[in-house]
């Protein structure tokens, strides 16, 4: 079965770094795009960043980039969303999910984790 | 990028259809063939319906149909049932290694 598998609720405060992890297995994980979406609490969904894992390029949306950084160990088939000073504005839902096609990186997400709710609060 | 405007609600009765819109620009929805729609129910993950406007991946039922007309892109459920009432968010590619998601609708089952 095609899954991915993120790291567990965070509870964090304002300044505290953060990194959380999204595990795939039942694929080839190099051969898949991966983007993260961000879902602040009654909000919409937002596209952040994709990478590609086979050799770790990336692209971020304008409004994250500088805030967040994403990286991926293929070693281990795990991709990485972190931050470095979190904010309380920060506090939401993060998704990670896979691109549908193979080799692109321009199309549909199919297969999404079951989200990391990050909690950001003195 | 702004996002991709949606109505915020639609509703049906049960065996009812229903279209929500997801209104772009030429340099999203209009430029690319790569629109997608999402179903999120509270609690849960969003999951792929429909990709590339009108395609749809395996398992999810003819229900759901996607189509798009210049910048706007349409998803139609026809045949309601209660299990359809969820969030939906549209998707697209933006060009420039960026893409776009909708304001999202939410639909009722009366």
Redesign the interface.
């Known amino acids: 079965e095609v899954q991915l598998v993120q790291s567990g609720a965070e509870v964090k405060e304002p300044g505290e770094s953060l990194r959380i992890s999204c595990t795939s297995s039942g694929y080839s994980f190099t051969n898949y795009w991966i983007t993260w979406v961000r879902q602040m609490p009654g909000e919409r969904l937002e596209w952040m960043a994709r990478i590609d894992p086979t050799d770790s390029y990336i692209n971020y949306n304008p409004s994250f980039r500088g805030h967040v950084t994403v990286s991926a160990d293929k070693s281990i088939s795990t991709a990485y969303l972190q931050w470095s000073s979190l904010k309380a504005s920060d506090t939401a839902i993060y998704y990670c999910a896979k691109h549908r096609l193979q080799g692109r990186g321009i199309d549909a997400f199919d297969i999404w984790g079951q989200g990391t709710m990050v909690t950001v609060s003195s | ?1 702004s ?1 991709l405007t949606q109505p915020p609600s639609a509703s049906g009765s049960p065996g009812q259809s229903v279209t929500i819109s997801c209104t772009g620009t030429s340099s999203d929805i209009g430029r ?1 063939e ?1 629109v ?1 729609w ?1 179903q ?1 129910h509270p609690g849960k ?4 319906i429909i ?2 406007v009108n395609e749809r ?1 395996s398992g999810v039922p003819d229900r759901f149909s996607g189509s798009k007309s210049g910048n706007t892109a349409s998803l139609t459920v026809s045949g309601l049932q209660a299990e359809d009432e969820a969030d939906y ?1 549209c ?1 697209s ?1 933006g060009g420039s ?8 609708t939410k639909i009722t089952v009366l």
């Open positions: 990028q996002a690319y790569y997608s999402y999120q993950a969003p999951k792929l990709y590339e991946p968010y998707n590619y290694n960026n893409f776009v998601f909708g304001t999202g």
